[in-house]
């Protein structure tokens, strides 16, 4: 690694770092941090006025104390707006979807958090550790296919050790580098396989997060608010099912001079030998078939795990329905997966907000919903650090930070 790649390596983490406080903190002061009361007049408008909400916030009938002064707009009902000149507390039946008018509410993020069933949240790390060992398996496969087997037991440590330098660590040493070079050392002489598995791993991973999308988004053709991610997704699944035929194509690398530029370049060696390992998957078909059916048994149990962790936060079922769910979850993970920010903090908040809004839904349950998961996440990378302990793992380390 050269002295300036090392010395500008600190500051690009740092800047990560502030990128992602700075649209927390963006994201912090447009959510409500009290309670909220509205009512849906018969024309369609939101009246809203914050307080806070006596006793359980999930029951279908709450008191709700406004703030003072509480002067209500002379547009909410009579019911509402007497108890509340009074200092009293109003008493709100949430409205049916089908209903024009009525009220409804949205927990501040405080008591969202204080709320959530313990239950809900324990099921949820359940998922998302059977997803994890569903990523473990998809890389072991592909790891065997390209010439470098390990074990099962193996494959499942670097993962944890990638996943503890991508999220509880981030800047010091890329997680995904961990796991190449790890298993690199164990293959000599195939180093170049060894990289591409974790390069076609994580390929695999997001091609499943939009198509699943995409698969939900058409098939939920109906519903208005998705069309302009239903056009986003058609457009980028196709920009890069079109890169991948035209890679795998030897009459068009030949025509536009590719591996002739790749020997020109000086290190033209060494992606000569990514670009083989790579070519060596696109010839396997039905290899590329099973690691996809992993991606998507993957996101499958990701977005089950984060139905539950919404039901545990008091989602409404009305508000965010299992199809729209199924739109959330992969396209804010997704967005989150762009690496403008450390484990996706900050981007992921911003995407779930905008999604739940999108759907009708509460912004700061959105919120809620991807801090928990991205703590869920954040937790169960720190399994990674225990394998720091096991013999061997730390010199294995060193090798990768010398390679970087």
């Known amino acids: 690694m050269s002295t300036d790649r090392a010395r500008g390596r600190p500051l ?11 649209i927390l903190a963006w994201v912090g002061s447009r959510l409500p941090w009290a309670d909220e009361l509205t009512f849906r007049t018969s024309t369609g408008e939101e009246l809203l006025v914050a307080g806070h909400i006596e006793g359980d916030w999930k029951a279908e009938v709450v008191r709700f104390h406004a703030d003072e002064p509480a002067e209500l707009d002379p547009r909410w009902p009579l ?28 927990p501040g993020m405080p008591r969202a958090f204080r709320d959530m069933a313990p239950g809900g949240l324990v099921l949820a790390q359940v998922l998302f550790l059977a997803a994890i060992l569903t990523i473990v398996t998809r890389w072991w496969r592909l790891l065997a296919l390209a010439g470098c087997p390990t074990s099962w037991w193996n494959a499942l440590r670097l993962t944890f050790l990638g996943l503890f330098f991508n999220n509880v660590m981030p800047g010091a040493t890329g997680g995904d580098l ?8 164990e293959n000599p002489g195939r180093g170049a396989e060894a990289l591409v598995t974790v390069l076609a791993d994580r390929v695999f991973g997001l091609l499943a997060l939009a198509v699943l999308a ?12 998705f069309a302009a991610l239903r056009r986003y997704l058609l457009y980028g699944l196709g920009a890069v099912a079109l890169g991948l035929v035209l890679y795998a194509s030897k009459g068009l690398r030949r025509r536009v001079g590719l591996s002739a530029l790749v020997d020109r370049i000086p290190v033209g060696a060494k992606l000569r030998s990514l670009d ?9 078909p039905g290899a590329m078939l099973g690691a996809f059916a992993f991606s998507c048994l993957n996101h499958l149990m990701v977005t089950f795990g984060a139905v539950t962790l919404g039901g545990a936060l008091g989602v409404p079922a009305s508000q965010v329905s299992l199809v729209e769910w199924f739109v959330v979850v992969p396209v804010a993970n997704l967005v989150s997966a ?9 981007v992921g908040e911003l995407a779930f907000a905008g999604l739940f ?13 991807s801090v928990t998961f991205r703590l869920s996440q954040l937790g169960l990378s720190l399994i990674g650090g225990a394998f720091l302990l096991f013999p061997g793992s730390r010199s294995e380390l060193r090798d990768a930070r010398r390679q970087d």
């Open 12 to 22: 690009l983490t740092l800047l990560r770092v502030l990128f992602a406080l700075a």
């Open 357 to 369: 809004k999108m759907v009708g839904a509460s912004p700061a349950l959105g919120v809620a919903v």
């Open 338 to 346: 762009v690496p403008l920010a450390p484990g996706g903090w900050g």
């Open 214 to 225: 995409l698969l939900v988004v058409l098939a939920a053709h109906e519903v208005e608010e």
């Open 276 to 284: 083989r390992a790579a070519l060596a998957y696109l010839k396997q």
């Open 79 to 106: 019911g509402a707006r007497e108890p509340a000149a009074r200092g009293e507390a109003i008493t709100a039946r949430r409205r049916a979807e089908a209903d024009p008018e009525g009220f409804d509410w949205h």
């Open 178 to 185: 961990v796991k190449g070079v790890m298993v690199a050392k």
